[in-house]
């Protein structure tokens, strides 16, 4: 078991001294004993929320937390920062206030809001991994859902660009809640976000995806009821991916606490059943990555007080877990490191449009590493997060990091972090 690795240098002198010229070439060496060593971990599903929302989160935290957790990439969500990265400008602000700040290479999504329509290619061009939409509130004024028009126009936009559009798939239904029912009692919350919202939210997915054949991907999926609609619209040649998260794999509402607000997210974690057949989509390919989906917020408004589901923000605090969150949950049933690397590494980079230079041991590619023990069981007491509000304090893990590297560079080692932020805007 490695605890701490830090590397030594050795030197190599490529020409002989008899040619008057001595090249010398710093070595690292790094002595990882039986640990594994992985491509590093792509996560394209991040809040960071900064610039204007850094009580939250902010780029210099969640980079270390990231590299505490073996991911050596991150993408950035369009919202809950103010400005949103709906327009070029706000693009611009959000790169200036990320500016040595990430400890891990960074690429960032924009965002797609009704009326944004002629500001996506100008993004594109200056680097945006794609666009993200919703189709129910996102919960912040800042960001509003699209409707019908609005994504037939951003389709006209993106059609061509190969670029990709990913969808918050809900959308409202009929109000199944009682107004008497308990709202501190997590069974109220999810009777208020039933399966059938992703489902019709989906269907509408594909029927756009059909029409205009722009890549589109569906954001952590919570139901498996909607898998059967996704399976087929791949058959009938939809560009179409789709997404789980940790939570929804790790968690079960039957074990969620009344006024345990720190387990609540949208779409919200739902019964075992549902769980189990998403593992079972996983392992059968028609699942085609796991993210983390890091959503903190301040304490504050999880309104813990209270217990209140319906007050409470929506979101879960996870970056820094998910590798043995994922792995202590998948070597039960079946899964392979090979499997690890697809889900949550090649795929991932595959989504975003890095799959040329991350997630795989490739020569030319970046050496993105992470250096972890399957083996190891442990619980984690340094969070890095900003907020160290998270439903997993507490709960034993399979699957330790011990090492991150960065395009070469120890970045993370045994709980401590590399001085300087080493880490690059892609």
Same mark, same amino acid.
């Given at each position: ?131 993200? /939409? ?14 019908? /028009? ?201 989504? /975003? ?48 990091? /011990? ?24």
């Amino acid at each position: 078991m490695v605890t701490h690795l830090w590397p030594r240098a050795t030197v190599k002198i490529t020409s002989p001294p008899s040619s008057g010229i001595i090249t010398v070439l710093w070595l690292q060496v790094l002595d990882v004993g039986n640990s594994v060593v992985m491509p590093g971990i792509v996560d394209s599903h991040v809040h960071v929320n900064e610039p204007g929302r850094t009580t939250w989160e902010g780029f210099w935290t969640a980079t270390k937390a990231a590299a505490a957790g073996g991911v050596t990439t991150i993408v950035d969500m369009p919202l809950n920062s103010i400005p949103p990265t709906t327009t070029l400008s706000n693009f611009h602000e959000k790169l200036r206030e990320a500016t040595g700040k990430c400890f891990v290479d960074t690429a960032f999504w924009g965002g797609v809001i009704p009326g944004n329509e002629y500001e996506l290619r100008p993004m594109i061009q200056a680097g945006v991994a794609g666009f993200k /939409c919703f189709l129910i509130h996102s919960g912040v004024d800042e960001f509003p859902h699209v409707v019908d /028009c609005d994504l037939h126009a951003a389709m006209k936009q993106l059609q061509g660009t190969g670029s990709v559009l990913l969808f918050h798939a809900e959308r409202e239904v009929v109000e199944t809640t009682k107004e008497s029912a308990d709202p501190t009692h997590y069974s109220t919350f999810l009777q208020s976000r039933p399966d059938v919202m992703e489902v019709e939210a989906i269907r509408a997915v594909i029927e756009l995806c059909l029409q205009y054949q722009v890549r589109c991907h569906i954001v952590h999926l919570s139901s498996a009821e909607p898998l059967k609609l996704i399976l087929e619209a791949r058959l009938a040649g939809a560009p179409l991916t789709v997404e789980t998260t940790h939570h929804y794999l790790s968690l079960s509402a039957e074990d969620i606490p009344a006024g345990a607000t720190q387990f609540k997210c949208c779409p919200p974690i739902r019964g075992s059943n549902n769980k189990e057949q998403l593992w079972n989509a996983l392992k059968a390919g028609h699942i085609d990555m796991v993210v983390s989906d890091h959503s903190p917020c301040t304490p504050d408004l999880k309104k813990l007080n209270s217990g209140d589901f319906s007050e409470a923000w929506g979101g879960i605090s996870s970056l820094q877990f998910g590798l043995p969150l994922f792995w202590s949950s998948a070597c039960q049933r079946g899964f392979q490191l090979s499997d690890v690397v697809r889900l949550l590494s090649h795929n991932t980079a595959q989504l /975003c449009d890095l799959a040329n230079r991350k997630g795989q041991l490739t020569p030319g590619y970046d050496a993105d590493l992470v250096i972890w023990d399957p083996e190891r069981e442990f619980q984690e007491e340094l969070i890095h997060h900003k907020n160290k509000l998270t439903p997993y304090l507490g709960l034993t893990l399979r699957g330790c990091v /011990c090492a991150t590297v960065l395009r070469g560079r120890v970045v993370y080692s045994g709980g401590h972090f590399y001085p300087q932020p080493l880490g690059k805007h892609l």
